[in-house]
């Protein structure tokens, strides 16, 4: 089955069908996410080697649009989920791979702190601190507009480098990490329903293992692979949903 025989069915059968209660009720489109996740549109971008459907940007793009032009809060989580992707796909491991490969698995990004414009990629200077003890690492941060907060599997978590000097470090945190903190209402400028919040750690405690590419690499990592997924995919606004093409 083609990715676009899969967004057909999906959309006619599951984010068409919620579109509106998703919109007026606030509520996560669990249901749709779900569906994309079967329907191997989670795994899209994800590389064939992985299990993945080993498409790129151009790809995403078309999904996100249709679907944003349906139901604007699931267009924002599979795009925030995609930009994740394009790291995870390089720097996670295999287990992760595949999981997101197969459905199984939502990310998204925890890049932007509050002080910052909302870009989805943080100031070279991040204010995020990550002090390591043995192989523990304790992360300190408050990001703000994070889509899918409290409802993805995982965070794309940018930091300073653990020795201190200025530039960035990324790390993959689980959503069940202790110490994470999710407001009960959506605080965030994304669309209804995509439960976009602020994330508070304070800190959250993660293995030395959850860093993502080299320390005092990730601002490489987020020009190069997370900014230009993000341009090439359109961006759903809170009450908002795309013109036709």
């Excluded at 300190?140 to 020795?163: F, H, M, T």
């Excluded at 405690?205 to 690499?217: C, D, E, Y």
Aim: charged share 20%; net charge neutral.
């Amino acid at each position: 089955m083609s990715y676009r025989t899969g967004l057909s069915h999906v959309m006619s059968t599951v984010i068409g069908p919620c579109a509106e209660q998703t919109d007026r009720h606030g509520n996560f489109p669990r249901a749709a996410v779900n569906a994309l996740g079967r329907a191997g549109l989670l795994g899209l971008t994800v590389s064939a080697e992985a299990g993945g459907g080993g498409r790129g940007p151009a790809e995403a793009a078309e999904v996100v649009r249709e679907i944003s032009r349906v139901c604007p809060a699931t267009g924002a989580v599979l795009r925030s989920h995609y930009a994740a992707v394009a790291v995870l796909d390089t720097c996670g491991s295999p287990w992760l791979r595949r999981r997101i490969a197969t459905g199984e698995h939502l990310s998204t990004l925890a890049l932007t702190e509050a002080g910052e414009s909302a870009t989805g990629a943080p100031a070279p200077g991040t204010r995020s601190t990550a002090t390591r003890t043995g192989e523990v690492v304790a992360l300190s941060a408050r990001k703000r507009d994070v889509v899918g907060a409290a409802e993805a599997d995982s965070y794309l978590w940018s930091s300073r480098p653990v020795d201190g000097r200025d530039g960035m470090t990324l790390w993959l945190v689980p959503a069940d990490a202790a110490g994470l903190f999710v407001p009960a209402r959506p605080d965030g400028e994304g669309p209804r329903g995509s439960a976009t919040a602020t994330v508070c750690a304070d800190p959250v405690l993660v293995p030395a293992g959850a860093m993502l590419g080299p320390n005092g690499g990730g601002l490489d990592l987020v020009l190069g692979s997370v900014l230009p997924w993000l341009a090439a995919t359109p961006v759903p606004t809170a009450g908002e949903r795309l013109p036709a093409s």
